[in-house]
C-alpha cells in the first residue's frame, strides 16, 4: 500500500563532483544543504553575505561579487549600539565600524575570488517580498529590528524577480562561462506574512524560477520545496513552530539532493568521508586508555588512505587530529 506521492526529481545533466566549487546562497534552507556538503569535504562557500531571503538581495550579493564590490562607512548605519549594513545578516554587525567594515570587505574579496572560478552556484530562494526604505527607497536584505515604520513592504511581481535574475545570470555567465546555476524554493514557511500571503510568495519565486530555467541551459532547478509541501505533507516534519523543516525533513531532502544531484563516483566517496567526520566527533571519557590510542591510530590510517587515494579530498585537520 502506497501511503504517499512519489516525486520523479531528473538526474543534473553535469551531477556535482568532488573537484567542484560550490557557492550556495540564500535562505536559511541553503545553510542546511552547505553544512551537509561541507561535512563530506566538497568546497563550499555558503552565503557571503549571510542568509538572504528575497530575490532582489541575492541578485544584488552575487552582482557585487562579479564586480569585486568594496564597502565604506557610508554603507554603514548605527542602530541598537552596533554598526549594521543594510545588505548584511547581522552576523557582519559590529560595535566597531572599522571591525564590521573589515569583516564584510574580507568575505566580500573571498566571494569575488570564489565566483570566477566557482562551477555550481546554489541559490535558495525563501520569500517574494521586499523591504524599501521609506527615506530613501533603499532595498534592504535584513531589517536588522530597526523599527517597522521605517519600512516599505512589497511583494515583488514575477517580471520584477524574473527580470533582476536573469540579468545576474547572464552577468555571471559573462564572468564565468563554466557556472552551472541551481536554485531550489526554501520549504520554510514565512508565517509572519500570513498562510494566504506566504502562498502567494512562494508561487511568485517558483514561477520566476522555472522562467529561468527554462530561458537558460546551465540554469537548472532542485525542488526542495515540493520535497516537503506536497511529498512529506505532515506537521511532524516540521519543528514545534511549525514553520522550519526538522532533522527528517531535512536529512529527506539531503538523500534526494546526492541522489539527483552528486555524481556516483562521489556518492560511493561520501560514506568514507562520513565514517571519519563521525569519528573526528568522538569524546572518549578516558583519553589515556590504550583502546583509545588505537582507535586514534586506526583512524589516522583510514584518513591517511582516503587522502593517498583521493587526492582532493582536504582531511588535514581530522589526520592532525588522529596524529595527535
Same mark, same amino acid.
Given at each position: 500500500?502506497?501511503?504517499?506521492?512519489?516525486?520523479?526529481?531528473?538526474?543534473?545533466?553535469?551531477?556535482?563532483?568532488?573537484?567542484?566549487?560550490?557557492?550556495?546562497?540564500?535562505?536559511?534552507?541553503?545553510?542546511?544543504?552547505?553544512?551537509?556538503?561541507?561535512?563530506? #569535504?566538497?568546497?563550499?562557500?555558503?552565503?557571503?553575505?549571510?542568509? %538572504? +531571503?528575497?530575490?532582489?538581495? =541575492?541578485?544584488?550579493?552575487? !552582482? &557585487?561579487?562579479?564586480?569585486?564590490?568594496?564597502?565604506?562607512?557610508?554603507?554603514?548605519?548605527?542602530?541598537?549600539?552596533?554598526?549594521?549594513?543594510?545588505?548584511?545578516?547581522?552576523?557582519?554587525?559590529?560595535?566597531?565600524?572599522?571591525?564590521?567594515?573589515?569583516?564584510?570587505?574580507?568575505?566580500?574579496?573571498?566571494?569575488?575570488?570564489?565566483?570566477?572560478?566557482?562551477?555550481?552556484?546554489?541559490?535558495?530562494?525563501?520569500?517574494?517580498?521586499?523591504?524599501?526604505?521609506?527615506?530613501?527607497?533603499?532595498?534592504?536584505?535584513?531589517?536588522?529590528?530597526?523599527?517597522?515604520?521605517?519600512?516599505?513592504?512589497?511583494?515583488?511581481?514575477?517580471?520584477?524577480?524574473?527580470?533582476?535574475?536573469?540579468?545576474?545570470?547572464? #552577468?555571471?555567465?559573462?564572468?564565468?562561462?563554466?557556472?552551472?546555476? %541551481? +536554485?531550489?524554493?526554501?520549504? =520554510?514557511?514565512?508565517?509572519? !506574512? &500570513?498562510?494566504?500571503?506566504?502562498?502567494?510568495?512562494?508561487?511568485?519565486?517558483?514561477?520566476?524560477?522555472?522562467?529561468?530555467?527554462?530561458?537558460?541551459?546551465?540554469?537548472?532547478?532542485?525542488?526542495?520545496?515540493?520535497?516537503?509541501?506536497?511529498?512529506?505533507?505532515?506537521?511532524?516534519?516540521?519543528?514545534?513552530?511549525?514553520?522550519?523543516?526538522?532533522?527528517?525533513?531535512?536529512?529527506?531532502?539531503?538523500?534526494?539532493?546526492?541522489?539527483?544531484?552528486?555524481?556516483?563516483?562521489?556518492?560511493?566517496?561520501?560514506?568514507?568521508?562520513?565514517?571519519?567526520?563521525?569519528?573526528?566527533?568522538?569524546?572518549?571519557?578516558?583519553?589515556?586508555?590504550?583502546?583509545?590510542?588505537?582507535?586514534?591510530?586506526?583512524?589516522?590510517?583510514?584518513?591517511?588512505?582516503?587522502?593517498?587515494?583521493?587526492?582532493?579530498?582536504?582531511?588535514?585537520?581530522?589526520?592532525?587530529?588522529?596524529?595527535?
Amino acid at each position: 500500500m502506497q501511503f504517499m506521492l512519489t516525486l520523479d526529481i531528473p538526474t543534473l545533466p553535469k551531477p556535482i563532483v568532488y573537484t567542484d566549487n560550490i557557492l550556495l546562497i540564500g535562505s536559511c534552507f541553503t545553510e542546511h544543504i552547505s553544512d551537509r556538503l561541507q561535512q563530506h #569535504k566538497f568546497n563550499v562557500l555558503s552565503n557571503p553575505h549571510g542568509i %538572504l +531571503f528575497n530575490p532582489l538581495s =541575492v541578485a544584488a550579493s552575487l !552582482d &557585487g561579487y562579479i564586480d569585486g564590490k568594496t564597502y565604506n562607512e557610508k554603507d554603514l548605519f548605527y542602530l541598537n549600539e552596533l554598526w549594521n549594513s543594510w545588505d548584511h545578516h547581522t552576523r557582519f554587525s559590529n560595535i566597531d565600524a572599522t571591525a564590521a567594515l573589515h569583516t564584510i570587505n574580507r568575505s566580500q574579496a573571498d566571494a569575488t575570488d570564489f565566483i570566477k572560478k566557482s562551477d555550481w552556484v546554489i541559490i535558495t530562494l525563501g520569500s517574494a517580498f521586499q523591504y524599501y526604505l521609506k527615506e530613501t527607497g533603499t532595498p534592504v536584505a535584513n531589517n536588522h529590528r530597526a523599527p517597522a515604520q521605517w519600512f516599505e513592504k512589497k511583494l515583488l511581481g514575477i517580471d520584477e524577480i524574473t527580470t533582476a535574475l536573469s540579468n545576474t545570470i547572464q #552577468k555571471l555567465h559573462e564572468a564565468n562561462p563554466f557556472a552551472q546555476v %541551481l +536554485f531550489t524554493i526554501s520549504p =520554510v514557511r514565512h508565517i509572519r !506574512d &500570513g498562510v494566504v500571503d506566504n502562498n502567494r510568495s512562494k508561487a511568485r519565486l517558483i514561477e520566476s524560477v522555472h522562467t529561468l530555467c527554462s530561458k537558460y541551459e546551465h540554469a537548472h532547478y532542485f525542488p526542495a520545496y515540493e520535497l516537503v509541501i506536497d511529498i512529506l505533507r505532515d506537521y511532524r516534519f516540521y519543528d514545534i513552530d511549525f514553520v522550519h523543516p526538522n532533522f527528517p525533513a531535512t536529512m529527506y531532502v539531503w538523500e534526494h539532493f546526492v541522489k539527483s544531484s552528486i555524481t556516483p563516483a562521489a556518492q560511493e566517496i561520501m560514506p568514507q568521508v562520513q565514517e571519519i567526520i563521525t569519528a573526528r566527533s568522538h569524546r572518549s571519557r578516558f583519553p589515556e586508555t590504550s583502546a583509545h590510542k588505537k582507535f586514534k591510530e586506526s583512524y589516522a590510517a583510514k584518513t591517511k588512505a582516503l587522502m593517498d587515494k583521493y587526492p582532493f579530498l582536504n582531511m588535514q585537520d581530522e589526520l592532525n587530529y588522529f596524529n595527535q
